[in-house]
C-alpha cells in the first residue's frame, strides 16, 4: 500500500458498458482488473458521467445534427453524443460488477448543462473546477493511477490535467477501453504521453506503487 497514490477510476457505468446508452464494446471486460487494482490503493476515487436531459452534449438537443459529429461551442470542439448518463437514471449508475467498497469519494460530472465534462479535474470550458485536485493535494497524493472508460475521452483529459497538475500520472493501458472515433485513440495516447502520463500495465503497478514509497 502507497499512502501517496490514488486509483481513480473513471465513469465505470452502465451508461458506458454493453447496454447502456453510450455503450463502449467490450468496457464491461476490464472492471474485474480494476477491482484487482483497487485491493492494492488505500485512496480510491470514482468518477460518474451526471448529466441533466438537456446537457449540451446530447445530440438530440441540437436540431439537424448526427450522433458523433463536432460542433463548435465557445468552449472549443464538442462531439454530439447520444444522450447519456441521465441524472438518476439506471443509465447513470455505477456497473453493478464494479465492487470497490472502500472508494472514498465519488467526483460527479458534466452536470453544468451548458459545458461537458471529460476530465475530472475541471470542465471543458478549461476554467470550471471539480475540486479533484484540491482534495487529492491535501490528501498528500503525488502519484495518480488512472483507469476506466472512455481511454480517448474522459481517461485521457483526465489523465493530462493530472500530469499538467504536478501529480505523476500512469493510465493502465489493460484496465481501460477507448471509442476510437477516427483515429481518436491513437491521437489520445500521443497527447497524453506528451504530457508526460505513464502508460503500464496492470500487472506492472505493484512496481510502480513501490518506487512511490521510496521517493
Ligand atoms: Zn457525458
Redesign the pocket.
Known amino acids: 500500500m502507497n499512502h501517496h497514490s490514488v486509483l481513480l477510476v473513471v465513469d465505470v457505468q452502465n451508461g458506458f458498458t454493453p447496454g447502456g446508452n453510450?455503450a463502449v464494446a467490450h468496457a464491461d471486460h476490464i472492471i474485474p482488473t480494476i477491482n484487482q487494482l483497487a485491493q492494492q490503493f488505500t485512496h480510491v476515487v470514482l468518477t460518474q458521467?451526471w448529466?441533466p436531459h438537456n446537457?449540451i452534449?446530447f445530440v438530440e438537443n441540437h436540431v439537424g445534427k448526427q450522433a458523433y459529429q463536432q460542433i463548435e461551442l465557445d468552449y472549443g470542439t464538442q462531439v454530439l453524443?447520444p444522450s447519456?448518463?441521465v441524472q438518476g437514471t439506471p443509465d447513470a449508475e455505477l456497473h453493478p460488477d464494479l465492487n470497490i467498497q472502500h472508494a472514498q469519494l465519488i467526483i460527479r460530472k458534466?452536470f453544468n448543462a451548458q459545458i461537458?465534462s471529460y476530465s475530472a479535474f475541471q470542465e471543458a470550458d478549461r476554467k470550471t473546477k471539480t475540486g479533484l485536485a484540491g482534495y487529492l493535494k491535501e490528501r498528500d497524493i503525488q502519484q495518480v493511477f488512472v483507469v476506466g472508460i472512455a481511454t480517448d475521452f474522459c481517461v485521457a483529459w483526465s489523465a493530462i490535467d493530472s500530469a499538467e497538475l504536478g501529480f505523476t500520472t500512469y493510465v493502465v493501458q489493460d484496465a481501460c477501453q477507448g471509442i476510437d472515433l477516427d483515429g481518436s485513440l491513437a491521437q489520445a495516447w500521443q497527447a497524453m504521453l506528451h504530457a508526460g502520463v505513464k502508460r503500464i500495465q496492470a500487472v506492472d503497478v505493484p512496481t510502480y506503487l513501490t518506487q512511490g514509497d521510496c521517493a
Open positions: 453510450l458521467d448529466h446537457h452534449s453524443w447519456h448518463c458534466g461537458d
